[in-house]
């Protein structure tokens, strides 16, 4: 659904609950996977669509995409090898109000999803719900010693308006960390088919 008017305050209370269908095919290269969907993303149907979040904008800046996307463009991310999915599925005002064990219960359907996906990476965005999904306290951003459902796994900022803790361009190094790496496993391996940063 695309949409040029922001919700009411009756569609974003009326979202709680909810969720934002999968951006997601087989044999991606990455697949983006949030915490869960806020309210704004639930009403409009679409990931990370709240004004003031950084996801986009870092996103092409670190050269994933060509051009700047909005979230109504989303499916236009798998042109590129990317996906996108949530650790939650359902819609809340915030994060916060996931208790330890449905995170816990969303990095075990994550898990199961990768399998069945077989992504060459996972990029996990946000520390403290991966630390505690994954009971890994002492994680940090960059490339995790261990793997999910088969997939490398990549651990990066909640890109988040709200979350002060990064600034935009240590967003942007760590999200182009992850490119260079994945174009390196694609010229390693010679895959052929998508290639990051190069949208139709």
Same mark, same amino acid.
């Given at each position: 659904?695309?949409?040029?008017?922001?919700?009411?305050?009756?569609?974003?209370?009326?979202?709680?609950?909810?969720?934002?269908?999968?951006?997601?095919?087989?044999?991606?290269?990455?697949?983006f996977c949030g915490i869960n969907p806020?309210?704004?993303?639930?009403?409009?149907?679409?990931?990370?669509?709240r004004p003031g979040n950084r996801f986009?904008?870092?996103?092409?800046?670190?050269?994933?995409?060509?051009?700047?996307?909005?979230?109504?463009?989303? !499916?236009?991310?798998?042109q590129v090898g990317v996906g996108v999915?949530?650790?939650?599925?359902?819609?809340?005002?915030?994060?916060?109000?996931?208790?330890?064990?449905?995170?816990?219960?969303?990095?075990?359907?994550?898990? !199961?999803?990768?399998?069945?996906?077989?992504?060459?990476?996972?990029?996990?965005?946000?520390?403290?719900?991966?630390?505690?999904?994954?009971?890994?306290?002492?994680?940090?951003?960059?490339?995790?010693?261990?793997?999910?459902?088969?997939?490398?796994?990549?651990?990066?900022?909640?890109?988040?308006?709200?979350?002060?803790?990064?600034?935009?361009?240590?967003?942007?190094?760590?999200?182009?960390?992850?490119?260079?790496?994945?174009?390196?496993?694609? !010229?390693?391996?010679? !895959?052929?088919?998508?290639?990051?940063?190069?949208?139709?």
């Open positions: 659904m695309s949409r040029r008017q922001p919700p009411s305050r009756a569609e974003l209370l009326a979202a709680e609950g909810k969720r934002v269908p999968d951006v997601v095919a087989p044999g991606l290269d990455v697949i806020g309210l704004w993303s639930a009403a409009v149907g679409h990931h990370f669509a986009w904008k870092v996103l092409h800046a670190a050269g994933f995409t060509e051009e700047l996307l909005s979230p109504s463009d989303e !499916r236009r991310l798998l999915t949530n650790l939650v599925s359902r819609a809340t005002a915030s994060a916060d109000e996931l208790d330890r064990h449905e995170l816990r219960r969303g990095g075990r359907n994550l898990a !199961r999803k990768v399998r069945r996906l077989h992504p060459g990476v996972v990029a996990f965005l946000g520390l403290i719900a991966y630390r505690s999904a994954f009971d890994r306290p002492g994680a940090t951003v960059g490339e995790q010693a261990e793997r999910l459902g088969g997939a490398r796994l990549w651990l990066l900022p909640n890109p988040s308006g709200a979350q002060a803790h990064y600034q935009a361009d240590e967003m942007v190094s760590a999200l182009r960390a992850l490119r260079e790496a994945t174009q390196r496993e694609r !010229r390693r391996a010679g !895959r052929s088919g998508s290639q990051l940063g190069t949208a139709e």
